[in-house]
């Protein structure tokens, strides 16, 4: 039997979008972000229909990142979430890495880069930075 067939059992099984779906929210929490601060969404956004999207809804502001659209009934959407989301919480640290790197990152730092930016320019103050942020007084 083709693997396709079968019941997706690694994060890798899963259509293209929805990885680069949890690489975001895996960033997200990377940069410091609750899990009940970043909501999962399937719709139109910026006028455009059938977008799979995550926000994050912290600090009195949000950000949307449109991560894919998807041409497929909302129940399906929402049920493939579900799922490669119970997967995540078995997966190993290495699988949900790679899966960041290769969705997120790639091949240099520019898109992670860009994509924390444009949250600080939503007005959002991005948790891990802090450290990388000048203090006041300091030279």
């Not at 039997?1 to 960033?27: G, N, V």
């Not at 979430?81 to 699988?95: G, P, R, V």
């Amino acid at each position: 039997m083709s693997r396709t067939k079968l019941k997706p059992q690694r994060i890798a099984d899963f259509p293209k979008e929805y990885r680069d779906t949890l690489a975001h929210w895996t960033a997200l929490r990377n940069l410091g972000f609750s899990a009940d601060e970043i909501f999962f969404g399937f719709g139109e956004v910026s006028g455009q229909p059938d977008i799979l999207h995550l926000q994050l809804q912290t600090q009195g502001r949000t950000f949307t990142v449109m991560c894919a659209q998807l041409h497929e009934p909302e129940s399906r959407v929402r049920k493939n979430w579900k799922k490669i989301a119970k997967l995540m919480q078995t997966s190993t640290l290495e699988e949900r890495d790679a899966c960041y790197r290769e969705h997120l990152i790639g091949s240099s730092l520019d898109y992670f880069a860009t994509f924390v930016m444009a949250i600080r320019e939503k007005g959002i103050f991005v948790p891990e930075l802090v450290h990388l942020e000048p203090h006041a007084g300091t030279a």
